[in-house]
Every structure is written in structure tokens, then in C-alpha cells.
């Protein structure tokens, strides 16, 4: 009995069959769980992108808030020290006034750094446009 390698008996055809179709559905498994991975993937990052950027927006808009504070701050101490050499030191006010004026001006220049900072914070989390 000579049989050819083309020839197989008729359950280990069935048992090629088999294997294949498993084979086949295996694939099929694994390309829709990647699929849903890369999905649940973007979904996850496209999150990720709106969280930050509203940690970003309340980040720079306490930190500007803070800044104004703290000038106004400044701001009502230089003025309680101007009526103080008011009263007795009426020769020190023009030294006072530049000082108050040299502060104004470094608290605007900080208020821009900052604003500047803040600004390229928010291109650099914009999303590419493509």
C-alpha cells in the first residue's frame, strides 16, 4: 500500500482542517483585542491631553493670581512708606517715589515673564494640527 504525501487519511485531514480554522479564528481574536487595546489607547491619551491642559489653565491662572497679590501687596506697603516720610523725611520722598516706580516697573516685567511662560506652556500643549 503506497500512499503519497497528498494523499492523507481522512481524520488527519479533518485534523488539518480543524487546526486551520483555529488557527484563523485565533487571528481574527487577536486583531480585534489589538484593535480595542489601540482604541482604549487613544481614548486614554486624548483624556490624558484635557486633564493637562486644565491643570495647565488653573495652574497659570493661580499663578497670575498670586503674582497680582503679592504686587498689590508691595504696592500698599510703598504707599504706607511714602505717607510715613511724608510725615517727617519730606527731602526722601523723591528717592521713595523713584524706588516705588523701580518696583512697578520689575512687577510688570515679572507679570509679562510670567505671562510669556505661561503662554508658551499653553502652545507647547497644543495639539498638532495635522
Known sequence: MSTTTNE????????????????SQ??????????????????????????GREMLEGWT??????????FEAQNAAVEAGLHLF???LKGNRKAVEQFSTIIKRTQQATLESWQSAAKA??????PTKR
Open 8 to 23: 492523507l487519511p481522512e481524520s488527519a485531514a479533518a485534523a488539518v482542517a480543524e487546526a486551520t480554522r483555529i488557527a
Open 26 to 51: 485565533a487571528a481574527r481574536t487577536s486583531t480585534e483585542t489589538a484593535k480595542a487595546s489601540l482604541e482604549a489607547t487613544r481614548s486614554y491619551v486624548g483624556e490624558s491631553a484635557v486633564i
Open 61 to 70: 491662572t493661580q499663578g497670575e493670581v498670586v503674582l497680582k497679590t503679592a
Open 86 to 88: 511724608d510725615l517727617g
Open 121 to 126: 506652556a499653553w502652545m507647547a500643549t497644543e
